[in-house]
């Protein structure tokens, strides 16, 4: 059982900053990448960011400039540092997690937290 955890959403002018947080619990020991996706009213899911185990990130082109993605492996926790938000921002943000690793067993598995409600004012 895997459990994921976001905090830091809210309600942000055009221009500001925020910090979103997911941290994750359970019976595990490492996932192979964390990340952030968003739903958007009337929008399709989309990918913001991702990061694996070792560094590497891949970033939206909405969010590459603006958005930078990272992670405590200690602490299977990722951040999602967003700056110069803008209202096309406004989502539902969602921490993903993809693939697993028991004690001894891989599951190609993803889990997703509740999601955090990020909105952007004009």
């Known amino acids: 059982q895997v459990l994921l955890a976001e905090s830091g959403g809210g309600l942000v002018q055009a221009g500001g900053s925020l910090r979103l947080s997911c941290a994750a619990s359970?019976?595990?020991?490492?996932?192979?990448?964390m990340g952030w996706y968003r739903h958007a009213p009337d929008k399709k899911r989309e990918m913001v960011a991702i990061?694996?185990?070792?560094?590497?990130?891949l970033y939206a082109d909405s969010a590459k400039g603006r958005f930078s993605i990272s992670g405590d492996n200690a602490k299977n926790t990722v951040y999602l540092q967003m700056n110069s938000l803008k209202p096309e921002d406004t989502a539902v943000y969602f921490c993903n997690s993809k693939g697993v690793w028991t004690t001894g067993v891989y599951y190609d598995l993803d889990f997703w937290g509740q999601g955090t409600q990020v909105t952007v004012s004009s």
């Open positions: 359970g019976n595990f020991l490492r996932f192979n990448t």
């Open positions: 990061i694996s185990r070792g560094g590497s990130t």
